[in-house]
């Protein structure tokens, strides 16, 4: 049924509720405008066509309400791939890609080549020049070390990976000034050795660069709801947790896990206000996140007290949304006041499950 079968009460009842969401995203619009936040693009909505055109539209509606998004992604998934069609056996040693001096340039090809240029193609169906690729080797944005890993006792060489040592976020910040959404892969170049690039956890870079742009946010995108306190029992999901407790539980989690959580905290003691895990499989899961109560994730935050900032920002949105019903009851009648009483009583819910912006 379209909005043209609607009657006249149900198409206001449908405007309140369209409204109630409006006016609930107006404390967040305050908090973040002109703010930078960082999102690592990466799971499913990397691969998935209308998950990637919802994430370009996300990146251009932050944009569009005054935030600086900047987007850092891998690309697992398109380098294994490459790898194979070029005949080079993909091997992984302690959850890292061994990557050969042969496989380093088809690794740097695919990021900058493929993926890069696809994010930034697809974000600029909405506007001419609104993206801009910015390479992790190019201007010594990423600088790295080489790292081995101890598997079973046994050190291992990982040919071209690395940790990041420094970041230069000049030419993110020139992007951002210029009113674009910077698109930044992850590979380094190597301290030891400028003419060499590295091949850096995308989690680790997105992380790295959000500390080094003071970022009010980091958002991670990923396949699963959250974190979970106890998996795989499901009822055991966490909104909200502060680094010491992060910290306690980081050994217990699972191993894909330990990468993103680890990013989250180091951001968050780094100075980031806020760093969010969030279910990429949700279309448009970002806004909901940046812009609702319910967000779409786990957010690590400093420390508990933030909590209160965060009741007191639930508070004014319910009295925004308790004036939207009035209003609405005055203008349209009953029906159209029972929706957005329904509305209030969903935020009422949503803010005693204390999810933190």
Not at 37 to 52: R, T
Not at 72 to 88: C, N
Not at 264 to 283: K, M
Request: glycine share 10%; net charge negative; proline share 4%.
């Amino acid at each position: 049924m379209s909005d043209h079968d609607l009657t006249k009460e149900e198409e206001h009842e449908l405007a309140a509720v369209k409204a109630a969401t409006l006016i609930e995203s107006l404390p967040w619009l305050k908090r973040f405008s002109g703010k930078v936040v960082v999102v690592k693009f990466g799971g499913n909505a990397m691969i998935n066509e209308d998950l990637k055109r919802a994430f370009a539209e996300d990146m251009v509606y932050l944009r569009y309400a005054g935030l600086h998004p900047v987007v850092v992604h891998g690309g697992g998934p398109q380098i294994s791939a490459a790898l194979k069609e070029q005949g080079i056996e993909s091997e992984f040693r302690g959850g890292y890609r061994v990557t050969t001096t042969e496989a380093i340039t088809v690794v740097r090809d695919v990021l900058a080549g493929e993926v890069n240029r696809e994010i930034v193609e697809l974000v600029n169906e909405h506007g001419d020049g609104l993206a801009v690729g910015v390479f992790g080797d190019g201007g010594s944005l990423f600088t790295g070390e080489k790292k081995g890993v101890v598997v079973d006792g046994e050190h291992f060489d990982l040919g071209h990976v690395g940790d990041i040592t420094h970041v230069d976020p000049s030419g993110v910040l020139a992007a951002i000034e210029a009113g674009r959404i910077p698109v930044v892969s992850s590979i380094a170049i190597d301290d030891a050795h400028p003419d060499q690039a590295l091949n850096v956890n995308a989690d680790a870079a997105a992380g790295a660069l959000a500390i080094a742009l003071k970022a009010a946010k980091l958002m991670m995108l990923t396949d699963v709801p959250g974190l979970y306190r106890n998996w795989p029992d499901r009822d055991s999901i966490v909104d909200l947790i502060a680094v010491e407790e992060l910290r306690e539980l980081l050994p217990s989690l699972e191993s894909g896990m330990i990468p993103k959580m680890t990013a989250c905290l180091d951001a968050v003691v780094g100075g980031v206000g806020g760093a969010t895990i969030i279910d990429g499989r949700i279309p448009h899961s970002i806004l909901l996140e940046v812009f609702t109560l319910r967000g779409a994730g786990t957010e690590v935050i400093p420390d508990p007290s933030r909590r209160t900032e965060n009741q007191m920002t639930h508070a004014e949105i319910g009295r925004r949304v308790a004036a939207s019903a009035s209003s609405s009851a005055t203008d349209h009648g009953t029906t159209t006041s029972s929706a957005a009483d329904r509305t209030a009583g969903k935020h009422e819910a949503t803010t005693e499950k204390g999810h933190e912006q």
